[in-house]
């Protein structure tokens, strides 16, 4: 069987990629633990000395790299290599800097009642780790989830998206920088995925939709497997009267039209306070006439990546028009030409609840526009969705701003910016509700690949503990420590005292 790469705008053969058979799943993971044992067993900087070659050839492979992802998803070079090399380039920076302290073990506090004693958290790999990757930023979701694993001590055993197939085989050619199966990649859909879901991984990060991400979940909660679910979205942008509102006009148009509304952070409501909506609304229709959407280097907006995806947008934007949505910017889908994947940005008023675009992710270049009225309004509105991902706030008042992200029930917020939260490997990343489970990047990230076992080590000098046995002639002088050191008022001379008899048993 193989897997065909086709150009989203055309439908032209990029080529044909071997799918990796089912039934390999389990010698894959035979190798993948095989190979884990020398690998974990090298020092954290041994394991970073390949991840920093392995950006250098990234580097050196960027504009190669940058055109087969452009060719694979529609998106164009300029945001290939923006949100794919670079994202994946800082990431892999971001690892080899944070990695060996949080690899280290880390002393925590002892208290007082175990004197004598320390206490520290000693990180280790979870062993083979199963990564699934979606195909809206194919490059970077997988490459960025490597890095935190294998940094780690983990094998890696990556399944990308079989709708960008020829990203796979390029990811496939990188894994060649690390020694044998310790980071394999497999091509295949659905099927591989099950069958690879199925062998127990030790760990599994999974980036793509709400469904399959049940589905992993369900499987993996049998056998008790610990998972990340990096899932779908429905993101707010909610601008306020005092807002620069020609920076949240532009920042709305970045934040609903990049990669073609084709990102799970994607702006898919913006909500305007009432006396600026009319104002708003202008300032983005004529943001949205300067857009220039095509293949090159110039152009700001590629096409959609799959003819699914494609018609999933065509039939909410209809589903809005019928329903009484005005289009303000853009063509109704009877006038798109569907001999090709370009979708012209849609700007929507008119929105009621009951039209598909309110609550179900729509995953293309369209933005909706709802006005409100107060700040509770607008709190009710942003949370009034079964996401969880992210979203932003624009208002000049930044105790409002920062009032307004505490109420919402979100993993990320942008204040007078929008998506790049993300970007910042330094904050940690996952959604709430129904975009997610656990969080990576930042220095959670990588403890998410690790098994973390927390230690109070003693010098093992002294025979007895006071908790030890006997029980017998101790309980009073526990009711003297327990009142002195956690009661009203903390005495030390009687906590020392009782401690010191208890001692002497
Ligand atoms: P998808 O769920 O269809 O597929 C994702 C991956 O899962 C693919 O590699 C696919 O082959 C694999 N897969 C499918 N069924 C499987 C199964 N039963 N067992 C194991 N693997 C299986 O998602 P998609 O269409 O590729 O991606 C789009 C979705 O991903 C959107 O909802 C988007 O919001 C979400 N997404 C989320 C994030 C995030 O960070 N939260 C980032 C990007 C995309």
New binding site residues.
Partial sequence: MVLKAQAPADGAVLGSFEETPVTEAGQIFENSREAQHSWGALSTVQRLSYLKRFRHVLVDLQEEIADIIAASTGKTKTDALTTEVMGAADALKHVEKEAPSVMSNEKVKTPIHFAGKASYINRKPRGTVLI??????PFQ?AVSPVAEALAAGNTVIL?????TPMVGELLRRLSSLFPEHVMQVVMG??DL??AL?SEDPDFIH???????GR??QEKAAQKLIPTIL????KDAMTVFEDANLQRAAKAAVWGSFHNSGQV?LSTERVFVQAGVYDSFLTEVKQEAAKLRQGKDEDADIGSMTTRRQYEHVKEQVQDALDQGAILETGRAPGDWDDSSLFIEPVILTNIKPSMALWSV?T?GPVMPIMAFETEEEAVTLANDTEYG?GGSVFTSDIGRAERFTGRMRTGNMNINEVLVSVANFHLPYG?VKN??IGKYHGRDGIRSFCIETSVLADKGTEDNEIIWYPNAGKYDLFLDMISNFWGRRRNWKSFIQSYMSLNKF
């Avoid at 399944?159 to 709708?163: F, G, R, T």
């Avoid at 999974?206 to 399959?212: A, E, L, P, R």
């Fill in positions: 699934v990757s979606p195909w809206n930023f979701l399944k990308p998206s079989e709708d859909d659905a995925g099950e879901t999974f980036t793509g939709s709400v469904s399959t589905k992993i990096e899932l779908g979205g799970c992710e995953f991902l959604g975009s997610g």
